[in-house]
């Protein structure tokens, strides 16, 4: 079955029974905690399960001159209704080894039988009976299908719970908090179900409607007494008998029977079985109800919770994904530009809404469709395509249909095409559809390459203004290619307050700023900052330092920056909204033997960070640029010394272009060629960051240097994960 029925079953399930699951999930929370709360009153008796008949029965009798009942409900609290020796009515919880009183029989308080009642019927009688019946077994579908869902969003059963990828707070808890109350959810609707259907007597053969009648026992002469046998927990009840006589029997109620038996020897008298389908439904109402223990309540309480939160989520990715709905201003025969658009959540979609806009601020005529809806397009003359891949490389549920549609349709004249994938590098099959379907256009004969398939990982808008503008270069049309025009507007921004700022001056335009996120943020040197300074979907990334557990930045302040500004005028106690972006492919290696550190300008603060949590003393050696010797720059010199004492740092080599010397970072590079070739043949690393002109010449010496002593290129260094960078 395709991925989209599942996914609409799923919702139409859930928007059919939405209501009464929302009212079964409330009161079912609140018996499961009133069921929970009975289990911690004190009218247990301890090792109740040892307790046998013969040790009970004997102690009862003595102590109450006239018994009438003995029962045992399902928290194994013992009620005994007798007379005492003064003539008293009895009605009490008991001990049933001592026949001590533990306290009174309380009936359910008005709320919690109002809230059963609504629970059982909806105040409908049988006619609510029968709708929660059907409710619970639709509460069992929607399980089903989600499992589903799961099981095709994880490839398979072996990665049911391995890592979720991390989209938004409604998708990413849906699908984690629904992988481990899927079992407590199952149970709660297949029990229901079944008590609904034996409600309506479904399960009852219609020859045997009728009260079993109790059979007499054969002659039990060798039989051992059944008191001796029977355990007061396979008990419910115990009629005793009036008088002492023989011929007066006990009448007990088992779990599975009932039986008369002879005061006197415990012999059973006659039997009665309790029907199956009896104990199945008195089991289903224990484990619906949370009856078996504390533990199990508890788990009921947390599950009910959880279809609760179900809601909420599984409407609120419903409506993103209506949020990305289509809406084309022109026709498709009309248009020149036809974007088709391959998404599972919205998010490639969202992308595709970002070009069209441009395109169209442009003048010029765009049809934006689902990969689904390709066709003849009598005016194309360009097609782009983006589109996220689904499980094992499958097509997302609105591009199921591409690979067939596309040998239906062909064009009438030659069409430009690009493609751009979306996926995550966490799944194997990182941008697998696109890639399909990047080659499925090239081998059609009308059409024409401008661009290689770019790939997108956890919708980077970074990595998107890579093909913005390797597009806009080959086509001539101007796109912006800066990122935060592709991010979604900002939630849940975390809080950070401003601990410390140095000053800038005519001389030193740098400035640090130290901010203390919430003791739940993990900083790790080499992550971005976020900021948002107009409070609005502009985005500005800064790279961190963790300092002493704080984020640390070195900023350069930009005549009419709108980042740069917004940070400059910040105080101490000033609070701000901003996010940590993980950034784990700038992160200081874990097992290097060496690590050089280059930087030139503001890119050195995530290296501070880096140098001081370097515990494991790496041997590291730190190669910076910058203008001239200022009040910062000492700054970092005081540093590195302290650090190259603390052995977290095991050089540090300054180049300043505009002193006498007039040193670049490329001349030191050169100055030590052969340490750095050293280093890579060693399996070290070098971590560059700063501007991507400084990164770019970098490159190109150390590739020299490597094609000079005959190793391998330094592509192949890169590749081998030994050169990282994060240069802007």
């Known amino acids: 079955m395709t991925l989209s029925f599942w996914r609409y079953s799923h919702l139409a399930l859930a928007l059919f029974s939405s209501v009464f699951l929302l009212l079964a999930s409330v009161t079912g929370t609140i018996l499961a905690v009133d069921a929970a709360q009975e289990k911690t009153l004190p ?21 109450y001159p006239e018994i009438t009942e003995l029962s045992v409900d ?69 399980s ?63 020859g045997k409607e009728k009260q079993e009648k109790s059979n007499p026992v054969p002659d039990q002469k060798n039989t051992v007494s059944l008191f001796k046998t029977t355990h007061l927990s396979d008990v419910k009840k115990i009629e005793f008998p009036f008088t002492d006589d ?3 029997y006990y009448i007990i109620e088992l779990n599975d029977r009932e039986v008369e038996v002879n005061q006197v020897t415990g012999v059973v008298v006659t039997e009665r079985l309790t029907p199956r389908r009896a104990q199945l439904a008195a089991l289903s109402l224990d484990i619906h109800a949370g009856r078996i223990n504390i533990i199990w309540a508890i788990i009921l309480v947390i599950a009910s919770l959880n279809i609760l939160f179900f809601l909420y989520s599984g409407f609120a990715i419903t409506l993103k994904r209506r949020s990305s709905r289509i809406k084309n201003k022109f026709k498709a025969d009309e248009s020149k530009f036809i974007l088709l658009a391959g998404s599972e959540n919205g998010s490639s979609l969202r992308f595709a809404n970002a070009i069209a806009k441009q395109l169209m601020a442009n003048g010029e005529k765009v049809f934006l469709a689902e990969l689904n809806s390709f066709k003849t397009f009598h005016k194309a003359e360009h097609i782009i395509v983006f589109t996220s891949t689904h499980g094992l490389g499958d097509a997302p549920s609105n591009g199921t249909k591409f690979t067939s549609i596309l040998k239906k349709h062909t064009q009438e004249h030659k069409v430009n095409f690009s493609v751009v994938g979306f996926g995550s590098k966490s799944y194997p099959d990182f941008c697998g559809f696109a890639l399909e379907v990047d080659a499925l256009l090239d081998k059609q004969n009308w059409t024409n390459r401008i661009l290689d398939v770019q790939t997108v990982n956890d919708k980077s808008a970074e990595e998107f203004v890579n093909w913005v503008r390797l597009w806009s270069d080959k086509t001539g049309i101007p796109l912006s290619p800066t990122p935060s025009l592709y991010n979604e507007v900002p939630k849940g921004l975390d809080k950070l307050m401003v601990l410390n700022k140095t000053e800038v001056s005519d001389a030193e335009h740098t400035f640090i700023l130290t901010l203390r996120a919430g003791s739940r943020t993990k900083i790790t040197s080499g992550d971005l900052l976020a900021v948002y300074p107009a409070n609005d979907n502009r985005e500005r990334l800064y790279s961190i330092g963790n300092h002493s557990g704080n984020v640390q930045l070195v900023v350069k302040l930009h005549s009419h920056g709108l980042g740069s500004g917004y940070l400059n005028n910040l105080k101490p106690g000033n609070v701000i909204k901003a996010r940590i972006l993980k950034n784990a492919a700038f992160h200081f290696p874990k097992k290097a033997p060496k690590v050089a550190l280059i930087s030139n300008g503001t890119g050195i603060a995530p290296f501070l960070g880096m140098i001081e949590q370097n515990k494991i003393k790496t041997e590291t050696h730190l190669y910076c640029g910058f203008r001239m010797e200022t009040e910062t720059v000492s700054g970092y010199k005081t540093f590195t010394a302290e650090m190259i004492q603390k052995h977290h740092l095991h050089s540090f080599h300054l180049a300043l272009s505009r002193q006498a010397e007039h040193i670049y970072v490329m001349d030191l590079i050169k100055r030590d060629t052969d340490f750095f070739v050293d280093l890579l043949k060693e399996g070290g690393v070098i971590m560059i960051c700063g501007s991507l002109a400084m990164q770019k010449d970098v490159e190109a010496i150390l590739d020299l240097l490597c094609q000079s002593r005959k190793t391998k290129s330094i592509l192949e260094f890169k590749n081998n994960g030994q050169l990282l960078t994060d240069c802007y």
């Open 43 to 63: 009218y247990r008796a301890e090792n109740f399960d040892t307790i046998t008949l013969e040790q009970t029965l004997p102690v009862l009798k003595k102590a």
């Open 246 to 248: 023989p011929e007066e």
């Open 144 to 206: 089903i299908s989600g499992f589903v869902l799961v099981l095709k969003r994880q490839q398979g059963i072996r990665n049911f719970f391995s890592k979720v990828i991390k989209e938004y707070f409604a998708q990413y808890y849906h699908v984690v908090l629904g992988r481990f109350a899927l079992i407590p959810i199952l149970v709660i609707a297949l029990t229901g179900t079944y008590l609904s259907l034996e409600r309506f007597n479904f399960f009852m053969d219609k």
């Open 74 to 142: 399902y928290n194994q609290f013992v009620t005994l209704e007798a007379i005492d020796k003064d003539g008293n009515d009895v009605n009490a919880y008991i001990d049933p080894l001592t026949a001590k009183k533990l306290g009174k029989p309380i009936k359910k308080n008005e709320f919690i039988q109002w809230v059963t009642g609504l629970h059982r019927s909806l105040f409908l009688h049988e006619t609510g009976r029968f709708i929660v019946g059907i409710i619970s077994f639709l509460l069992f579908l929607i």
